[in-house]
């Protein structure tokens, strides 16, 4: 008994949602962040429920976002509970978000962690929209745009440049070193004659310089693009 009483001590001290079950499913111990994230009254924890028994209560009740996909992990919740070890990000219908992390114990139990995750949901959500905003203007531009990295790395084309330089998009994407977009805009003769080599070398070697500068380059169907490079603080 002094035992149980100081693992209630310790899992009433922390906001982290604490279930506890046992080889059967069914609930051992609980904590009270946890009743109140799922709103269980003290009939629905009389006993020993059974976890299947709870998720079901979970969506009866609507406690999770069915449209945002908390119905689908909880029956599959359902299906594979006790089975081993398992994160999932659970979106409930009040707006909060729970990261549930289930384990299995020595005894052939599970132990379940629920954490309101909430704030971090919400900011990636926002930089998402910010993200989204940013591309739908970078692709609205009358002009190209490109950004690089010190290592000389796509961080972010817009399409102007994606359809216009008549070179495989893959080679624009993030993270792809720039040289492979010279080496195909060299091979078209967007730098003049000379070896291919040399001209991305000498394209590649003024990139690396801090000052601005300006140029053209010939593309196919006798277009010419003007190009400005700025560095950015």
């Not at 904590?31 to 109140?36: I, Y």
């Not at 799922?38 to 976002?65: F, M, Q, W």
């Not at 704030?119 to 009358?142: G, Q, T, V, W, Y």
Request: aromatic fraction near 6%; proline fraction near 3%; include cysteine.
């Amino acid at each position: 008994e002094k035992s149980r009483a100081l693992l209630i001590d310790a899992i009433e001290s922390t906001s982290v949602g604490f279930s506890l079950y046992d080889a059967d499913n069914r609930l051992i111990i609980c904590n009270s962040p946890f009743r109140q994230m799922y709103h269980y009254s003290d009939a629905d924890l009389e006993g020993t429920p059974n976890a299947k028994d709870l998720l079901e209560l979970d969506i009866e009740r609507g406690i999770v976002d069915t449209d945002a996909g908390g119905g689908k992990i909880t029956r599959r919740r359902q299906e594979q509970f006790g089975s081993g070890e398992e994160t999932v990000d659970l979106p409930l219908a009040d707006g909060k978000w729970l990261q549930l992390h289930s384990q299995q114990t020595s005894q052939g139990g599970t132990v379940t962690l629920h954490i309101d995750i909430t704030e971090r949901k919400r900011a990636e959500e926002a930089r998402a929209e910010n993200e989204a905003l940013l591309r739908f203007a970078l692709d609205n531009m009358p002009g190209g745009l490109a950004v690089i990295d010190n290592e000389l790395k796509f961080v972010v084309v817009n399409n102007w440049i994606r359809d216009r330089l008549g070179v495989p998009h893959a080679v624009l994407e993030r993270g792809v070193r720039i040289d492979e977009m010279l080496r195909l805009l060299a091979s078209q003769g967007a730098y003049g004659p000379g070896d291919i080599e040399d001209l991305v070398k000498k394209r590649y070697e003024a990139l690396k310089s801090r000052e601005i500068s300006e140029s053209e380059i010939d593309l196919p169907g006798d277009r010419q693009v003007r190009l400005r490079r700025q560095p950015l603080d």
